[in-house]
């Protein structure tokens, strides 16, 4: 019947508006209007419904809960529960009946309301709300672009995580199109991501918004983080929020672990491959209050076989042993404080080099280079401890304001060996993060403002023996004869030392403006003060527009800084001969981000369908500039002179032709050049372009999986090897290459084993290394990696879950 | 080319685990049955669906929160319906007939108990 009146008042309207309006009649239309506004309230009035959300407490009572979001499932209509826990909330033609309720700290549900219900009566119980997600939710995506964010972000759920091996965090982005993952050189089995066309030290990667891989830990840090602790990784491109410091230039890429009070009691894993890697992951999860729970989750990882399959003589994976504690304490009381403590310890030791290098004769002696007797490796060994305790205190009332205080704390130390050369360096960091955040008119106006401040103390240093060989002192009419190549006469020691302590502390406000989720701005700006820097300010600005239903439009703008760590950022360059060489004065690194997305949901042949489109645009103010093509015997490390940018623009498309079988194809070309010395040159080691497209089909309840991804990758350039002899230049560019996984799941009551293989093409890149066959040798190099080193790998393992 | 070769066949070999794993599915004979349930909230979907998912016999499975009704469609040579009825039982929900196991009904989350504040329609 309500229905029938909004009909016959949309007819009156039209009536009279093409009556009066049209014949631009001198009629007083504003009390027309008023009329019309008030009868069509009115009709719409019994189109609301109203209730009251409340809570029972253990003795029965009733209370009322304020701040609860009530609104209509898969909508953004919507509206908040007032001081006495009631609401009033219009329907939504077209006929949508189910209602969420959600509020922090309490178990969000759907209710479902008949057409002649116009008052509720809901009732919540406690819990966490990201428990309720998991249990209410028939099939949630595996990975999904999120609508609601104003920031571009993809969600990386667990679902997605398990369709490929994903041992660790840098294997957990195979099948992701935006982030790309890489061996950074041949020997160490160190992985690099890149994101928008820059290395992952531009992106700030945290866990649980805690800073994680930073300062020392960048070269194996994704090593750090095993893939079953993982509940879900978010990817967000482009500049991102004030409220973690200003260190985030390309993106930000945070990791949630699993939580004890919504994680399995028992969790196993064991995995092995064909190169005889095993991997052991056990974790349990303790409630032992309603509001504590406990648990501690332990990581091991062994591989000691040796292999050559590309015959260069060395080993194509360093041996690694890796032994990975954390051990969290939760505490929850909804609605008013949570506390998150955790602590984490690592062990990991690789060794790589020539497969006939022996450890235990070790020693940084230059005897046996001349007559190859010496071989060549590397060690790494590292210690890690991490804590962080997380606060957050909810205050009641109608702004639900919270406060949160975020403390973390890191000791590294990590001892290494190239060859001969030796590396140091022990990292202490501090990190403090204060969070005041609050809500107004619904959510209409939000503000979050605090302080953080961060000390960083190195202690590092690099010990380098450069070797000089006899053909290095003949004049250049002499030809040399192999003698006179190959025989060391001079080597010369040099330390260079990078101590250094830093410590910022500033201040930040951010603002959100959020008009009924069409229009949505965040404003926020940060201001801090670093003892090497100075004072440096940081704006940001996002937006989000609901240009039609299904069509979302982003843009971004912000500056971000870091400071260079350019031992640890660029230990691939320490597997080589080449001469370090640092200008004076070289500053911290300051950038702009651009960034523009379209995201468009539809639907197809009525399936669910999804396209983005975005680019993005860094632009560097200051930069260190790592050099690798000048000359190769050295890499020179100097601030940029000229421009430095990466432009990037990625198309993608996701559908589900059934409801068990999604495809996901993207695209994305990066443009990416920096200033050397003054000639602009595209950025060494940078792809291109870059094609993927994934395959995911399951059976019902997903009891069979089958996942298959191909990753195309274009040529990007190689390092410039023109001044070396004719016989160890590398071509100039890389090939266009194809990497295919796939893997098969068969999940069962309390267990599941999966099958799969890696680079199933078995693509290698010949000749990683350069001048392989004597690594004590001036053109020595093996940073210059742009393809795998392992070819083909099939793998297997077992997950058991006892909830 | 070598490559598209590989590329070909690792297709056909995936379009050969889907019809595999469909025609694994496939079998000759099936019954369908509905049992009235004790379920509560949207929770308990997910709960016996993917409870009574790895049951022996049972090919789909379907809850309707409102009515309560779980639609099963089993195989007959493999399962009974009492033994379906048990299943669910052992889950914590009350089948037809057949009350809640105890043990199970106790581990339910607040919201899946009986009674638990009902559903508003």
């Known amino acids: ?803 | 080319m070598k490559t598209k070769n590989v590329i070909l066949g690792s297709m056909v070999l995936f379009a050969l685990m889907l019809v595999s794993a469909a025609a694994f599915s496939q079998d000759k004979k099936e019954a369908t049955i509905k049992i009235k349930t004790s379920a509560v909230c949207d929770m308990c979907k997910d709960r016996i669906e993917q409870g009574m998912a790895y049951e022996k016999g049972v090919k789909n499975i379907v809850l309707d929160v409102d009515t309560k009704i779980v639609t099963i469609t089993y195989n007959p040579s493999k399962t009974t319906p009492d033994e379906l009825r048990k299943a669910i039982s052992k889950l914590g929900y009350d089948a037809d007939n057949v009350l809640a196991d105890k043990a199970a009904y106790n581990k339910l989350p607040a919201c899946c108990k009986k009674d638990a504040a009902p559903k508003k329609k």
Not at chain 1, 427 to 451: R, W
Not at chain 1, 552 to 561: C, D, E, F, I, N
Not at chain 1, 621 to 640: E, G, H, I, R, W
Not at chain 1, 760 to 783: C, G, M, W
Request: charged share 20%; glycine share 8%.
């Open chain 1, 1 to 803: 019947m309500n229905v029938c009146i909004t009909r016959v008042v949309i007819h009156l309207i039209k009536i009279i508006v093409n009556d009066q309006f049209m014949n631009n009649s001198s009629i007083n239309k504003i009390p027309l209007i008023f009329f019309l506004m008030l009868l069509f309230t009115w009709t719409a009035s019994s189109q609301n419904i109203s209730g009251n959300v409340f809570e029972k407490s253990g003795s029965g009572k009733q209370g009322a809960l304020t701040g609860v979001n009530v609104y209509w499932a898969g909508t953004t209509t919507g509206t908040v529960t007032d001081e006495n826990g009631k609401f009033r909330l219009a329907r939504v033609q077209g006929g949508n009946s189910k209602l969420v309720v959600s509020l922090l700290g309490y178990r969000r549900d759907t209710i479902q309301v008949l057409k002649d219900k116009s008052k509720l009566n809901i009732e919540m119980f406690p819990g966490d709300r990201q428990l309720s997600e998991v249990e209410i939710k028939a099939r949630q995506d595996n990975s999904f672009v999120s609508k609601m964010k104003t920031q571009a972000t993809t969600v990386i759920n667990i679902g997605e995580l398990q369709r490929a091996a994903c041992c660790n965090l840098a294997e957990s982005f195979e099948t992701n199109a935006s982030v790309d993952v890489s061996y950074s050189d041949a020997v160490s089995g160190a992985r690099q991501i890149q994101l928008l066309g820059l290395s992952g030290i531009y992106s700030q990667i945290m866990a649980e918004n805690v800073p994680l891989i930073r300062g020392l830990a960048t070269p194996y840090g994704l090593n750090y983080v095993p893939g079953p602790w993982m509940e879900s990784i978010q990817v967000a491109k482009g500049t991102s929020s004030v409220v973690q410091g200003y260190e985030s230039i390309t993106g930000q890429i945070n990791v949630e672990y699993k939580k004890p009070e919504n994680a399995e009691k028992l969790y196993l894993n064991v995995y092995g491959n064909s190169n005889l890697r095993f991997e052991a992951n056990a974790s349990s999860a303790i409630k032992i209050t309603d509001k504590l729970s406990t648990s501690l989750l332990v990581h091991a990882d062994d591989f000691r076989y040796k292999f050559d399959r590309n015959g260069d003589g060395f080993m194509d994976l360093p041996k690694l042993t890796n032994i990975n504690l954390f051990n969290r304490w939760d505490f929850i009381n909804p609605g008013k404080w949570v506390s998150r403590l955790g602590v984490k310890y690592l062990y990991e030791d690789r060794n790589g080099g020539q497969m006939d290098f022996d450890k235990s004769s070790w020693n940084t002696d230059t005897t046996g280079i001349t007559n190859d007797t010496k071989k060549y490796g590397i060690g790494i060994r590292t210690n890690r401890f991490e804590a962080f305790w997380k606060n957050g205190v909810f205050f009641k009332g109608s702004a639900q304001s919270s406060l949160g205080l975020i403390l973390s704390f890191i000791n590294h130390q990590q001892d290494a060996f190239y060859g001969i050369n030796l590396y140091h360096g022990h990292e202490q960091n501090f990190n403090a993060n204060l969070i005041y955040t609050a809500q107004f008119d619904g959510e209409k106006h939000k503000i979050s403002a605090g302080a953080s401040g961060f000390t960083d103390n190195y202690s590092e240093n690099y010990v380098q023996t450069r070797l000089a060989y006899r053909y290095q002192y003949l004049p250049d009419t002499v030809t040399p004869t192999y003698a006179d190549k190959f025989t060391l006469v001079n080597d010369s020691v040099y330390t260079y030392v990078m101590d250094r302590r830093e410590w910022a502390a500033g201040g930040f406000f951010e603002y959100t403006f959020n008009l009924k989720d069409k229009f949505t701005l965040i404003a926020g700006a940060r201001g801090d003060y670093n003892n090497r820097w100075g004072f440096l300010f940081t704006p940001r600005l996002h937006l989000r527009v609901t240009l039609a239903k299904g069509l979302a439009l982003r843009g971004s703008v912000g500056k971000g800084y870091r400071s260079p760590n350019l031992l640890a950022e660029n230990s691939p360059m320490l597997i080589s001969q080449r001469v370090l060489n640092f200008a004076p004065g070289l500053t911290n690194e300051e950038a702009w981000n651009f960034g523009l997305s379209l995201t468009w949901d539809f639907n197809l042949f009525s399936r669910k369908a999804e396209f983005t489109v975005d680019g993005y645009r860094t632009s560097f103010v200051k930069q260190t500039v790592v050099d690798q093509d000048s000359l190769p015997t050295a890499v020179f490390f100097y601030n940029l002179n000229g421009q430095s940018y990466a432009n990037v623009v990625q198309a993608q498309f996701s559908f589900q032709p059934l409801k068990q079988f999604t495809v996901l194809a993207a695209f994305r070309y990066n443009d990416v050049k920096v200033t050397e010395g003054n000639r602009l040159v595209q950025k060494a080691l940078v792809n291109q372009y870059k094609a993927l497209l994934t395959l995911s089909y399951a059976t019902r309840f997903d009891k069979w999986k089958f996942d298959l991804t191909g990753q195309l990758n274009g040529p990007s350039r190689i390092p410039d090897t023109r001044k070396m002899p004719a016989v160890l230049q590398l071509p100039e560019k890389s090939p266009v290459w194809f990497n295919l996984l796939a893997q098969i799941t068969k999940k069962f009551r309390n267990f599941e084993i999966y099958v799969g293989g890696e680079n199933l093409l078995n693509v290698r890149q010949d000749n990683p290394i350069v001048e392989y066959f004597k690594p004590y040798h001036t053109h020595f190099d093996a940073s210059m990696a742009w393809g795998p080193v392992v070819g083909i790998t099939g793998y297997a393992g077992i997950r058991l879950t006892i909830k």
